[in-house]
């Protein structure tokens, strides 16, 4: 690594091998509707075919019609319906299929092009002033999708990438030893209300090739993404938000017989009428690594002492082994605090327990720097993060190390891709021989968009994986 101190970690330089990018509008292995994030497909015999996507909730129904030449969103509400169209997306270009999905409170037509879904109307229920909430439980037991596929909405893309992990730190991996677990943000089309939390195996690189290969060679199989489930979550009673949300940025921590899951309340953030964003934390004892779970939250409250704060997440949980000043143990968390939409900086904070918990370090002075990741090193803890490209010239475009005072030590040797990619790091497999003690992995994730011109931001990403060299 490049370092400008002779005290940071021991951690490789890191080399692309791969990208990877698991697209799907169904999930095709989550049919079960338990969130306002659903879609259906319908497949056109030829382009000029007329076809007809929907998505029912009773007397409400939204609808993607395809008409041979243009594309319109039909939204009914209690019988009452009204007809959206883009005055410059409708028309599409040979499709093959035509779709419609719910993402909170956005709905969105796509026609299938050459092989990819590109989106052709939008229509945003709460800018529409519709009376439907899409986040009620009721109104969602309802659903029934029209189309030759239906179910749960999977992904445009991935970010936000975690290690599933022990309370310790250490990687939570599957029974064979091999695959780890990963939580994600699964992008939807547009901002922070459109995406979800999901859970994924991962199957390290093996290959010491350089990008584009995502092919099998002599030296073993690429790298590889497992959609296993996906997380929604009921907010703390004390907030006065009622229904199920897709709540993202989280961390997935297995603590004992049970499962801790710390995670950021994005699945209501909006930048012109709800400006806010939190922490909370869910417990369970289901099995969270499979199947689609709706988990019910506490506050997980942050401190930041002395700062000036508009906003948290990135939550990061790590419980230490017990000290003589800490006989129990005690716990790490690191987060991000945002001083003023959108300046943002690390904080840590530690305490005996994650209702007790004090501030012990921030990094004010940066501009834009999140993904706040405890790493342990040969027995000592360090902070890793990531300064995105409205950071300062000196600071831009780096994963910065910070020991547990957020004193820098240098930074990660490792590529960095576009948009602000959390620095996940994978050491090798417990027991792996010798030779394989440097194949650390990083997985991070870009800004690469999809879906077409008409969404906005939260498209993305690409997952880029990276391998110790």
């Known amino acids: 690594m490049t370092s400008t101190h002779d005290l940071g970690p021991a951690l490789p330089s890191f080399t692309p091998v791969a990208r990877l990018r698991p697209v799907a509008l169904v999930q095709p292995d989550a049919a079960t509707p338990l969130a306002p994030y659903l879609a259906a497909e319908v497949d056109l015999p030829d382009p000029t075919a007329p076809g007809i996507a929907e998505l029912t909730f009773g007397d409400d129904r939204f609808a993607?019609?395809?008409?041979?030449?243009?594309?319109?969103?039909?939204?009914?509400?209690?019988?009452?319906?009204?007809?959206?169209?883009?005055?410059?997306?409708?028309?599409g270009r040979t499709p093959d299929a035509v779709a419609i999905t719910l993402t909170g409170p956005f709905v969105t037509g796509w026609l299938r092009e050459d092989g990819a879904w590109v989106a052709r109307g939008v229509v945003d229920?709460?800018?529409?002033?519709?009376?439907?909430?899409?986040?009620?439980?009721?109104?969602?037991?309802?659903?029934?999708?029209?189309?030759?596929?239906?179910?749960?909405?999977?992904?445009?893309?991935?970010?936000?990438?975690?290690?599933?992990?022990?309370?310790?730190?250490?990687?939570?991996?599957?029974?064979?030893?091999?695959?780890?677990?990963?939580?994600?943000?699964?992008?939807?089309?547009?901002?922070?209300?459109?995406?979800?939390?999901?859970?994924?195996?991962?199957?390290?690189?093996t290959l010491p090739s350089t990008l584009p290969s995502t092919v099998p060679t002599e030296d073993g199989p690429p790298p590889s993404l497992t959609h296993r489930g996906d997380l929604f979550f009921r907010r703390p009673p004390e907030d006065d938000v009622a229904g199920v949300f897709g709540d993202h940025a989280t961390h997935l921590v297995r603590d004992g017989d049970r499962w801790l899951v710390a995670t950021s309340t994005w699945g209501t953030f909006d930048p012109k009428r709800d400006p806010h964003v939190s922490t909370t934390l869910a417990?369970?004892?289901?099995?969270?690594?499979?199947?689609?779970?709706?988990?019910?939250?506490?506050?997980?409250?942050?401190?930041?002492?002395?700062?000036?704060?508009?906003?948290?997440?990135?939550p990061h949980l790590v419980r230490r082994a017990a000290t003589a000043a800490e006989p129990g143990g005690d716990w790490l968390v690191g987060f991000v605090s945002a001083e003023r939409w959108f300046r943002f900086h690390p904080v840590l904070a530690s305490g005996p327990d994650l209702d007790s918990l004090s501030f012990l370090a921030a990094t004010p002075d940066r501009l834009a720097?999140?993904?706040?990741?405890?790493?342990?090193?040969?027995?000592?803890?360090?902070?890793?993060?990531?300064?995105?490209?409205?950071?300062?010239?000196?600071?831009?475009?780096?994963?910065p190390i910070f020991d547990l005072e957020l004193t820098q030590h240098g930074v990660l040797d490792a590529d960095y891709p576009s948009n602000?990619?959390?620095?996940?790091?994978?050491?090798?497999?417990?027991?792996?021989?010798?030779?394989?003690a440097s194949d650390w992995s990083l997985i991070g994730f870009d800004s690469t968009p999809y879906g077409g011109p008409l969404l906005g931001y939260g498209t993305h990403g690409d997952v880029c994986v990276q391998r110790a060299h």
């Open 64 to 91: 993607a019609r395809w008409n041979g030449r243009t594309l319109s969103l039909r939204v009914t509400q209690g019988g009452a319906w009204r007809n959206h169209a883009s005055r410059r997306h409708a028309t």
């Open 125 to 205: 229920l709460v800018a529409e002033r519709t009376a439907i909430d899409v986040h009620d439980e009721d109104w969602l037991a309802r659903f029934e999708g029209v189309g030759d596929r239906s179910g749960c909405f999977g992904q445009l893309g991935l970010r936000d990438i975690r290690v599933v992990t022990h309370a310790d730190g250490t990687p939570y991996r599957c029974a064979d030893g091999g695959e780890v677990l990963l939580t994600a943000t699964s992008a939807g089309p547009g901002g922070f209300r459109t995406a979800h939390t999901s859970v994924w195996s991962f199957s390290p690189p």
């Open 283 to 314: 417990t369970s004892t289901a099995d969270l690594t499979a199947g689609q779970h709706v988990l019910d939250t506490v506050p997980l409250d942050l401190p930041t002492t002395g700062l000036t704060s508009v906003g948290r997440w990135d």
């Open 369 to 399: 720097c999140e993904g706040t990741t405890l790493t342990e090193v040969d027995g000592r803890w360090w902070v890793l993060a990531s300064d995105g490209p409205d950071s300062r010239r000196s600071e831009r475009q780096t994963y």
């Open 420 to 436: 602000i990619p959390w620095p996940t790091t994978l050491p090798p497999a417990p027991g792996a021989p010798s030779e394989q």
